[in-house]
């Protein structure tokens, strides 16, 4: 069923960014609105399937031409939201602040797409056609927030460090944050990217890569190579659901020629595993346990749950746009912003440690949205009666 109008705690909460559009004729502040609504309430993200949940009187082009308007501008919008987000969820009482970032694809099917190749992820996978997303999320206790989400470029040579590296410079820590650690896999161990993250007083769990070498030339894939079993040790870890999980770790302290002194940590699932299942962690925090290090990168799996949320429940990646990179862009962005609004609607209702997901926030918005038309309706009709008993 339709909606008739932009339910009012929407209107509320996006009223402070009317100053973004600048185009008042085209109305494109409440264009916006009903594409964040419509996000929400929808089974699907394509344009033509988000107008059907719209009023009769906002047709499709008028949401296309939205999308491909160059008078506003999506990602500093989003940083204004995420921005005064940070500072209305409940704050974790350590005071400490995760950021993590990894890459997603979503799969197209048309040939105009400028950002789009065609790849596979695995030797026997099939060959996928679509673009390469990266997110940046902030994580603590049980909120997952995305800062800034890129549709990268194939064509440009490490195009997500560079980006990475440009987010980590912008970012600004709310107040109450003391402590920030950054966690990623091994695509984004650039050597800038970790001086970066060095250099702005942050700390770092990140998987090396195994061409990488120490300050004596010794190859860490050499190391994990030759490390006798003898030397592995069992050690406990926890997922971020509070899940224990044990690994056979070997740690020491090492020299890289890039980082200085670090921690270097082996790991591997099994005792008996073969040395190409072993992992290789690197971090700078002083005085952490192992067993800490590892539930450090265990937390990465906060961005994955973030994608499945994006992608199953807002639509990520669905909506049909071509051509210009900049509706490309666009397209990723909005199903973030519709997550930093639910997020901004209910988020404050929640403590650090409850279960923030997006689907029961959108299932909560959902019954809300149809609530208050239904009992604007029944308020109208009401109206209505009471002037035919004053005519009659």
């Not at 089974?43 to 047709?59: E, H, I, Q, V």
């Not at 099939?126 to 997952?144: D, E």
């Not at 195009?159 to 980590?168: F, G, K, P």
């Not at 997006?358 to 149809?370: C, N, P």
Request: aromatic residues 12%; proline residues 5%.
């Amino acid at each position: 069923m339709r909606l008739r109008s932009i339910p009012q705690v929407v209107s509320n909460r996006l009223a402070p960014y009317r100053a973004a559009f600048n185009c008042k004729q085209a109305n494109h502040f409440n264009l916006w609105c009903w594409l964040l609504v419509t996000l929400i309430i929808a089974g699907s993200g394509r344009l033509k399937d988000l107008t059907r949940w719209m009023p009769a009187r906002l047709a499709y082009w008028t949401t296309l031409r939205f999308i491909r308007a160059k008078v506003w501008d999506a990602q500093a919008l989003l940083d204004l939201m995420v921005g005064e987000l940070l500072y209305t969820l409940p704050e974790p009482k350590d005071g400490e602040l995760n950021l993590i970032f990894d890459t997603t694809r979503t799969q197209k099917t048309g040939q105009k797409q400028p950002l789009a190749y065609t790849t596979k992820t695995g030797k026997f996978d099939p060959y996928v056609f679509g673009h390469s997303v990266l997110l940046l999320i902030a994580q603590w206790g049980k909120f997952r927030v995305p800062l800034a989400v890129q549709v990268l470029d194939p064509q440009l040579k490490g195009h997500q460090n560079i980006v990475v590296r440009a987010w980590l410079r912008k970012f600004v820590p709310p107040a109450w944050c003391r402590r920030v650690v950054v966690e990623a896999d091994a695509g984004f161990a650039a050597k800038k990217t970790l001086g970066e993250i060095a250099e702005l007083g942050y700390f770092y769990v990140f998987a090396l890569p195994r061409t990488w070498k120490t300050a004596d030339g010794k190859h860490l894939r050499d190391i994990a190579r030759y490390t006798p079993k003898s030397c592995y040790r069992r050690v406990a870890s926890y997922q971020p659901d509070g899940r224990r999980r044990d690994f056979w770790t070997q740690r020491s302290a090492t020299k890289l020629t890039a980082l200085g002194e670090v921690t270097l940590i082996l790991s591997k699932r099994r005792f008996n595993d073969p040395p190409h299942k072993i992992k290789l962690l690197v971090t700078n925090l002083p005085a952490a346990t192992t067993g800490a290090i590892l539930s450090y990168y265990a937390r990465r799996w906060a961005v994955e749950v973030t994608f499945k949320e994006l992608k199953s429940g807002l639509h990520l990646g669905q909506m049909q746009v071509t051509k210009k990179e900049e509706r490309i862009q666009r397209s990723v962005v909005l199903p973030v912003m519709a997550y930093v609004l639910l997020l901004g609607l209910y988020g404050a209702d929640l403590a650090p440690e409850q279960p923030a997901s997006i689907f029961a926030l959108k299932q909560r918005f959902i019954e809300e949205a149809y609530q208050e038309q239904f009992d604007r309706g029944e308020v109208r009709y009401k109206k209505k009666l009471e002037q035919y008993k004053r005519a009659a």
